[in-house]
């Protein structure tokens, strides 16, 4: 397994994208113990949500909203510093919050976004009709979502794969986790009842490249 085979890349610099909201701390406190687990270098980024309209009409309102996201992510890099990490930070404002995460991780060259599920945040609120669609759309990375009460896994990486490109994208992604992670690696794939031989085939195949790219992982593959 080699870095340019994973789609988390080298790792070496993930970007945490938090909104300042109890549907972040969850993102938060992961992407802190992920960048110490395995090195990497944190950049934390807070998109203050605008419209061209209120920062031509309230430019007071843009800049106390934009130091306030300062003196929070601020706050967040002290931690990540008391732990040993590399951080910066970064404060925009836009009106595509998610193509500005998207932009930002790309121009640092990160190879993981960590952000938090945003059902009734400010990203909701104001945005209302924009999902994590959008930032899956136009992300050059991964993204890894963490709904409220997520922490990094501590019994083993669970990969659900169908065999295609994108299946075998995941199980190497998943593969190369669990290898950073030191934990057992569970590879599924799933076909509907009722299938042809061919595609029952297809699914244990699957597994089996599954297994073979875990190589000395501890390894589990089921086909249901």
């Not at 988390?8 to 549907?23: K, R, W």
């Not at 836009?94 to 059902?119: F, N, V, W």
């Not at 569970?186 to 509907?192: F, G």
Request: proline content about 4%; some cysteine.
């Amino acid at each position: 397994m080699t870095d340019s085979q994973s789609p988390l890349g080298q790792l070496q610099d993930v970007l945490l994208a938090t909104d300042a909201s109890e549907n972040s701390q969850a993102a938060e406190a992961t992407a802190l113990e992920l960048a110490a687990r395995v090195g990497a270098r944190l950049h934390i980024l807070r998109v203050v949500v605008t419209t061209p309209e209120q920062a031509a009409e309230m430019p007071r309102w843009v800049a106390e909203a934009g130091d306030e996201a300062k003196a929070y992510i601020d706050g967040l890099k002290e931690r990540a510093v008391e732990q040993g990490l590399s951080a910066d930070t970064y404060v925009r404002t836009s009106s595509d919050p998610y193509g500005e995460i998207a932009a930002t991780a790309q121009k640092l060259g990160c190879g993981l976004i960590m952000l938090g599920r945003h059902e009734r945040s400010e990203f909701a609120r104001l945005l209302k009709g924009q999902t994590i669609n959008r930032l899956m759309e136009k992300a050059r990375c991964s993204v890894m979502m963490l709904p409220a009460g997520t922490t990094l896994p501590t019994a083993r990486i669970l990969v659900a794969t169908d065999g295609s490109e994108f299946g075998d994208a995941a199980v190497a992604g998943a593969v190369d986790l669990a290898s950073r992670l030191q934990l057992p690696l569970t590879a599924v794939s799933v076909y509907a009842p009722g299938s042809a031989d061919d595609v029952h085939a297809q699914a244990y195949d699957a597994v089996a490249r599954a297994q073979e790219a875990a190589g000395s992982i501890p390894f589990d593959g089921r086909t249901l």
